[in-house]
């Protein structure tokens, strides 16, 4: 197995055609169907399938596909650090940002690199626990933030912080008469509430309905919505509830419009987590980039806005 035979096939699961993966090559149709053979050979499966209309991965080939990548991705990263013999970070960085926190971080991090880092090309992604964990795994981005601090196969964590979600209302009116004398929302008086709440695979959904479920609490959920703004937009047009971290509020361009009390009894409580890939070192230049959210994130947390938050010490 070589970098010629892995671009090859790469090239083909890409343009879903033999022919047309040799001519975006540059390279004769027989030479790659020569290299392609052998690959499958050494593997000693099936990768690819020729149709009537077209080539299709075979399953086997859709899971190779994903370490194929990851391959060439390295690669690629490394010949970008060797170009200047470590006189400067270059190549590309992608990180993953869960979109409670994209609005916190986004910003300031694109700022730091065109200032500090000039011939990095920063690609900042927004999604949900789960989406950043399969991004991951398929070499999609560098590194990105979940939620959670337990075992994820194929991903190394390290707990940034620790922070209470909250339940969120579209107004101080529709969260008045679940509030107790001290402003909190005592988890028994989710009962029966509509909220709207991600997914079931999503590490936010996981975190809620397990700390409740230890109360003997049972959610009334009467949608799943993954997209972090359609969730919000669903509390505002609609007078549902939802839970979430004040970071997820506070730099939404209508926040304002939403009312928020923390739960107690229990508290729910998340750990934001760095995660790497297993196995898969950073170049020089996501190491900067990851620092700085390191960075950032200690400096949200030191301005006292970030309410029941705390690093993952407890500083």
């Known amino acids: 197995m070589n970098f010629k035979q892995l671009s090859y096939f790469v090239a083909i699961a890409d343009h879903k055609s033999f022919l047309k ?19 499958e050979e050494e593997l000693q499966v099936e990768l690819l399938e020729r149709r009537f209309d077209g080539t299709v991965l075979t399953p086997e080939g859709r899971d190779f596909l994903v370490h194929a990548r ?12 060797m170009r200047v013999h470590q006189s400067e970070e270059v190549g590309r960085v ?6 409670s926190i994209t609005g916190l971080l986004t910003v300031p991090l694109i700022e730091f690199v065109v200032r500090e880092l000039p011939s990095v090309q920063l690609r900042v992604v927004s999604g949900l626990s789960g989406h950043i ?9 560098d590194f990105g933030l979940v939620y959670g601090s337990g075992p994820m196969p194929g991903l190394d964590l390290e707990p940034l912080l620790e922070e209470n979600l909250f339940l969120v209302g579209r107004d101080a009116a529709s969260l008045q008469r679940l509030l107790n004398g001290k402003r909190e929302c005592e988890a028994r008086h989710l009962v029966g509430l509509p909220v709207v709440l991600p997914g079931r695979e999503h590490g936010l959904r996981t975190v809620i309905e397990d700390t409740v479920g230890r109360a003997g609490v049972s959610l009334h959920v009467i949608a799943e919505v993954d997209a972090p703004e359609q969730l919000k937009e669903m509390v505002r047009r609609t007078g549902c509830y939802t839970i979430a971290s004040v970071a997820a509020i506070r730099h939404d361009p209508h926040e304002t419009d939403f009312a928020i009390a923390p ?22 230049a996501a190491r900067r980039v990851e620092h700085h959210v390191k960075a950032l994130i200690a400096e949200e947390l030191a301005r006292g806005w970030w309410k029941t938050a705390t690093d993952s010490a407890g500083q």
């Open 21 to 39: 993966a040799s001519q975006a090559l540059h390279i004769s149709q027989p030479t790659v169907s020569a290299q392609i053979k052998l690959l």
């Open 70 to 81: 990851t391959v060439l991705n390295a690669l690629v990263e490394a010949r970008a650090s």
């Open 94 to 99: 992608a990180v993953g940002i869960p979109g």
């Open 133 to 141: 964990s399969r991004w991951l795994l398929e070499g999609s981005i």
């Open 263 to 284: 739960i107690v009894n229990p508290t729910i409580v998340r750990v934001v987590s760095l995660a790497h890939t297993t196995g898969r070192p950073l170049s020089r």
